[in-house]
């Protein structure tokens, strides 16, 4: 049984950071990753960085790449009803955003961890966490098929949507339902998402709300185009052959600029939201999708991963420096704020920007006329913008 300070199960966004973030304040952890390195770095997934994500991944040493190569934008396209209208953040808010994959992301943190001596343990799955209301919570994990223990003093979860450290958690007692547990809202559509070997042929992103439904054109760069279709909640890949897809794109994005190319990645992708509450219990710490999940429309899940680790590094760093556990224990308000904000915006983006499958034409018709109103009214522009680009003081 060996040990280390800080055990995080996870080598997403959220692991790796918290790692990289700890590690230059003298911490030492242990990232456990149940997939190989070459499928994480190779799973495709979100693609926008707001610029406090920028800032913190520039301030630490691993922005190099992305400062290089990240695509910077100063808006977006919102077409509708054969029409197109930009919201221009940078004149609204001051701001702007990056575009850069999430597996760059993952790439550019797993090289730094290890060439700092980091160690990420892959094809290592936490099978529990335990002894969290004590000093020494354990990992029980399962590595080339046998069975071990790691003991620290912190554990942070996280290991996602479907991780196991959420499961860790005592249940919410009686009398806690009022700001205790957890809230979930399921949407009836999912995403269709692809990465495919075509130029972009908008230099922003284009959000689209069509009345067959939702799509975006995004990008990865100058050769490669990330784009997204609203699909039925139950729809499998088998119903949308390629050239299906194109033709949907085209028409909802009103674009006959884009051009069909060889689809590298597809995949099909539920809408969910969800917050626990409060986001750590004893010496487990919840952080990114093992926390909160938003739906994609408003591209902050990654944003929010980042976000909840800096905190927690420095909650941690504190702690180690003077044993004071005084931001520890304010580590789930501190993050609940932004997080809420966040939900409520994708939530109202994807509202904004759907066809609800059980909605009538006056929604349609209640729909057409608020996106006429983002784009015409400089309040509503800047809602928009300002919670788009990340909004500081929620
Ligand atoms: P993750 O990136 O999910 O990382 C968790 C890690 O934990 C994974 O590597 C997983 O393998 C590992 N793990 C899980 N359980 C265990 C275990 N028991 N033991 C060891 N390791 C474990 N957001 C957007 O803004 N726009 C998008 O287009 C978008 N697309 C998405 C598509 C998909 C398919 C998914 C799942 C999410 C998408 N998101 C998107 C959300 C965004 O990618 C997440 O918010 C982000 O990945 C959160 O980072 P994280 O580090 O918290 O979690
Ligand atoms: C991307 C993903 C999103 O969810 C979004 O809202 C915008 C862009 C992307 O993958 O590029």
Known sequence: MGATRVGIIGAGPAGLMLSHLLHRQGIASVVFERRSRDYVESRVRAGVLEQGSTDLLASTGVGERMIREGLAHDGIKLRFAG?????????????????????????????????DGGEIWFETEATAVEGIEDDDPRIAYRRNGEDATLTCEFVA???????????????????????????????PFSWLGILGKTPPSSDELIYAYHDRGFALHSMRSPEISRLYLQVDADDTMDAWPEPRI???????????ELQPGEIIEAGITPMRSMVTEPMQHGRLFLAGDAAHIVPATG??????ALADVKVLAEALAAWYRSKSRDLLDRYSELCLRRVWRAEHFSAWMTALLHRDPAGDPFDHKLRL??????????????????????????
């Open 157 to 187: 979860g996280c290991d996602g949507s479907h991780g196991v450290s959420r499961t860790s958690f005592p249940p919410p007692r009686a009398g806690e339902g009022q700001g205790g547990g957890v809230y979930e809202r399921s949407y």
């Open 369 to 394: 006329s608020y996106l006429r109103y983002i784009v015409t009214s400089e309040a509503a522009a800047t809602t928009l913008a300002e919670n788009y680009v990340g909004f500081e003081n929620a």
């Open 246 to 256: 194109w033709d949907e794109l085209r028409l909802r994005l009103a674009e006959r």
């Open 83 to 115: 029409e197109e209208h930009r919201i221009d953040f940078r004149r609204l808010t001051g701001k702007g955003i990056t575009v850069y994959g999430q597996q760059e992301v993952v790439k550019d943190l797993i090289t730094q961890r290890l060439a």
């Open 299 to 304: 591209a902050k899940g990654m944003n929010l």
